[in-house]
């Protein structure tokens, strides 16, 4: 199992500018989220999916924040408009129900 | 809702030591607390975890014990090597909630 994938791994935009995090978590697994890591404020959970669903989106910082599941192998997280406060890692993670989560590389984002 | 509490925020120990990182939450219907550890520049590692219905649990040179009536739960780490150098995540959820995390302990095993 090639485990949970993110895409891109590294992304440096501009301010202003779209941008779209991907996940695809592992096989089998029914839960998904998606996290952001400063360090000022540690990991802070932004969304979770069970099926597909969204379950839980009190995380998000705020409207210029969306995110999707169109279906069970793939999610994006999208930024519209990017601030360079919104620069931080944002992992992927995925599990069965909410137990044993299993995180992805993470996509390491710099907005100028 | 959940709030999870993290000390020590920073540990360093001699190899070969012990390390002990503990955690509290404040949801008496908690019932799951993994223990996640993250190298640098790497993603977060689920290295051990335990559920409610358990008080110890131990793989290797790891073990985490739980204290239900206290609501808190502990990492030890024996026969510290310098790889274990990393910073420990402790995490708390309820049953069908999400996972709350601890704030971090950076761990530092010197030669």
């Known amino acids: 199992d090639a485990g949970v994938i993110q895409s891109p791994r590294h992304e440096v935009t501009e301010m202003g500018q779209e941008v779209t995090l ?14 952001r890591q400063t360090m000022m404020r540690g990991l802070e959970l932004l969304i979770y999916f069970n099926n597909n669903v969204p379950i839980d989106d009190s995380g998000m910082p705020e409207d210029r924040f969306s995110a999707k599941m169109p279906n069970a192998s793939f999610s994006t997280l999208k ?4 601030e360079p406060r919104d620069s931080a890692v944002y ?18 984002l710099t907005v100028t | 809702g959940e709030n999870v509490e993290q000390h020590p925020s920073t540990l360093s120990v001699q190899e070969g030591d012990s390390a002990v990182i503990k955690c509290t939450y404040s949801d008496s219907a908690s019932n ?6 993250q190298e640098l520049g790497k993603r977060p590692q ?9 008080g110890e649990k131990k793989d290797q040179r790891i ?3 739980l204290n239900k009536t206290a609501k808190h739960f502990s990492l030890h780490i024996t026969e510290t090597q310098p790889e274990d150098s990393a910073v420990y995540f402790c995490a708390a959820s309820a049953p069908t909630d999400k996972l709350i ?7 530092q095993v010197f030669p």
């Open chain 2, 63 to 65: 073990a985490v014990t």
């Open chain 1, 79 to 82: 930024i519209q408009p990017s």
């Open chain 2, 101 to 107: 995390f601890g704030t971090g302990t950076r761990l």
């Open chain 1, 22 to 35: 991907r996940c695809k978590p592992i096989s089998g697994h029914n839960s998904l989220f998606w996290y």
């Open chain 1, 91 to 108: 992992f992927c993670a995925s599990s069965r129900q909410i137990y044993e989560q299993y995180f992805g590389p993470g996509t390491r």
């Open chain 2, 46 to 54: 689920l290295i051990i975890d335990i559920r409610s219905n358990v």
């Open chain 2, 32 to 37: 799951y607390f993994p223990w996640y550890k």
